[in-house]
């Protein structure tokens, strides 16, 4: 059994040029992605900066904005955005805190059959740690994200699906 440590204690200030107030811990890197908790305190900005790889902004604790290109958009615990590869993205609190998990996927190399191979040379570079190799994509490669933010919140809490508060 393998246990990572992160929270309290564990975390450093970390984040691109400009970050202010944000403290990360890193809980795994590979290559696979990088995964990595952040903690955003009150008045924290991480600066629009874009990234050669994709990711998702996973919020846990509290809330905040974020930004994906031109939108802005508020987000609470229980949502998770994603921030495409070479797209401007941010996040910033006022009066709030913010945690949230950044889960970051290096790109791969696509096979497209029979000697046809597109390789995708962006694996250096994750913002909050390091990859180390590339990981074969699934079979069914995903359309790219056009990084819009979509403004749709969840219906009101109903007693009767048996949900936590």
């Not at 009150?42 to 050669?52: F, G």
């Not at 191979?117 to 995903?142: F, K, M, N, Q, Y």
């Amino acid at each position: 059994m393998e246990i990572r440590r992160f929270g309290i204690g564990q975390r450093r200030p970390d984040g691109p040029a400009g970050t202010h107030n944000v403290q990360a811990a890193l809980i795994d890197s590979g290559h696979g992605g990088v995964i990595v908790e952040l903690a955003l305190g009150r008045h924290a900005t991480i600066e629009p900066h874009s990234n050669p790889n994709t990711t998702w902004f996973v919020v846990i604790e509290g809330g905040g904005f974020v930004t994906v290109g031109p939108d802005r958009a508020r987000v609470f615990a229980g949502e998770a955005i994603l921030w495409p590869a070479d797209v401007p993205h941010g996040a910033t609190t006022e009066l709030s805190e913010m945690r949230a998990i950044v889960v970051e996927f290096p790109a791969a190399e696509l096979s497209l059959g029979p000697g046809a191979t597109i390789v995708d040379a962006r694996l250096p570079g994750t913002s909050w740690g390091h990859a180390s190799a590339a990981v074969p994509a699934p079979p069914e490669v995903p359309a790219p994200a056009d990084g819009r933010l979509v403004d749709e919140r969840p219906a009101p809490y109903d007693p009767r699906h048996g949900e936590p508060r």
